[in-house]
């Protein structure tokens, strides 16, 4: 026990696991069961976490920030133990603008101690060490949505969507908030002993300086576009399907399977990790999702491709979460890592806000098959501007 308690990465993992259960799949996972409840319009209700992820890519490069100045640990427990009150909140709503109120709340505390919290800490602490710690959390996290999906329908069904949410809100407060307690004091005793490692994290730059960096733009947007690619595929996957006429069961058997695939991505980038950089990692990656997209374009006539399609888009995407702050690390420097990976992640996060919206749009004045050749070109512009940071870090080499 002494044992496991000295390995942060461990601890961190499971902190993620929770804190994502209980927040950004917990809203899924209880969406018809609001509709149900409050005979809310379905758009009505994905409203709510539209705002909760606007709040958070916004407020991304203020907790960036905070960390930067050495508040990291303060930051990540006070963000999930406020979230897991606000968890257990959500019991307590009957209009939809306390709704709306409270996940909003919500998305503030998912700006302080999710992925983009708890990546930039581990970067200003151990730079580039850091990989290892953020591909055992990923790894491990990974498995958030399945958790959360099972339990929330078993605890839903023996004492309704309430319970539910005073579950997960425990669960958090009782377990995420101590794992990332015993975590963080870990790394800093680690970062006081080897501190003549890491690079100065005072003196952060300015906003203007940081926007003014082309490299900057370039890797804010393209992982941008990947969210959006995502994004639009997975909110749109089944309906996708039906129109295909993929059988359902079928259908729900691929989507379910985009969760494991991402986990095994990350095995697969562990074994790959010694021969292979974090930016070469995000060029197959790239290419792997634009193959996706066009996969299943011809599902329809093969079936069958969609076993191909499952392992590229869900593995190919599973390995992004670990080398986009690595990449950024790598091309920008570790150097005020939280400022530089805030500000990049808005752009990130609100495309994964919108992305179901935009889908729905171009599906509506178009078709799908409109909306996955977007996605595949959108894949292809990725792959070639990665192509052309990797031209530019030999040039520089």
């Known amino acids: 026990m002494l044992n496991f308690l000295s390995r942060p990465a461990y601890l961190f993992a499971i902190a993620q696991t929770f ?60 963000s999930a133990m406020t979230m897991g009150c606000l968890v257990a909140g959500l019991s307590l709503i009957q209009d ?53 999906f099972s339990t929330i ?9 309430q319970f539910a949410c005073y579950c997960f809100a425990t669960l958090i407060l009782l377990i995420s908030v101590p794992c990332l307690w015993l975590a963080t004091s870990s790394i800093m005793r680690d970062y006081r002993i080897h501190a003549h490692h890491g690079e100065d994290i005072s003196d952060p730059p300015k906003v203007k300086q940081i926007l003014a960096n082309p490299l900057f733009w370039v890797i804010a947007l393209t992982f ?27 259908a729900v058997l691929t989507i379910s399977m985009l969760g494991p695939l991402q986990v095994a991505g990350r095995i697969a980038m562990m074994a790959a990790d010694k021969k292979l950089s974090a930016l070469q990692i995000t060029i197959f990656a790239f290419f792997g999702i634009f193959m996706a997209s066009f996969i299943l374009l011809g599902a329809e006539s093969v079936p069958s491709m969609l076993v191909f399609f499952v392992v590229l888009q869900g593995g190919c995407y599973g390995v992004m979460s670990i080398v986009r702050p690595m990449v950024i690390g790598d091309i920008l420097g570790r150097k005020n890592f939280g ?39 959108m894949a292809l512009v990725g792959f070639l501007s990665f192509l052309w940071l990797r031209k530019q870090q030999v040039k520089s080499s």
């Not at 983009?116 to 990923?138: D, M, P, R, Y």
């Not at 329908?153 to 969507?161: E, K, P």
């Open 19 to 78: 804190l994502w259960a209980g927040s950004i799949y917990l809203f899924p996972a209880l969406l018809l069961e609001w509709e149900r409840k409050f005979d809310w319009a379905r758009t009505d209700v994905v409203a709510g976490l539209t705002l909760a992820l606007v709040a958070s890519a916004v407020l991304a490069p203020i907790a960036g920030k905070i960390i930067d100045k050495g508040h990291g640990r303060k930051l990540l427990i006070s």
């Open 96 to 148: 939809i603008y306390q709704f709306y109120l409270v996940w909003f709340l919500i998305g503030i505390t998912m700006a302080g101690c999710l992925y983009e919290a708890c990546f930039a800490f581990l970067n200003a602490f151990l730079g580039a060490e850091s990989k290892k710690t953020i591909t055992v959390i990923t790894l491990i996290s990974g498995l958030a949505g399945t958790i959360a």
């Open 153 to 161: 329908s078993a605890l839903v069904s023996i004492g309704g969507w």
């Open 224 to 250: 941008a576009i990947v969210a959006l690619n995502h994004g639009m595929i997975v909110n749109h996957l089944l309906p996708i399907l039906d129109e295909r006429n993929i059988n359902h069961d079928t």
């Open 339 to 377: 400022a530089i990976s805030g500000l990049a992640a808005m752009p990130y996060l609100t495309t994964v806000a919108f992305s179901p919206f935009f889908g729905a749009w171009i599906w509506r004045v178009s078709s799908y098959n409109v909306m996955l050749t977007f996605t595949g070109i």
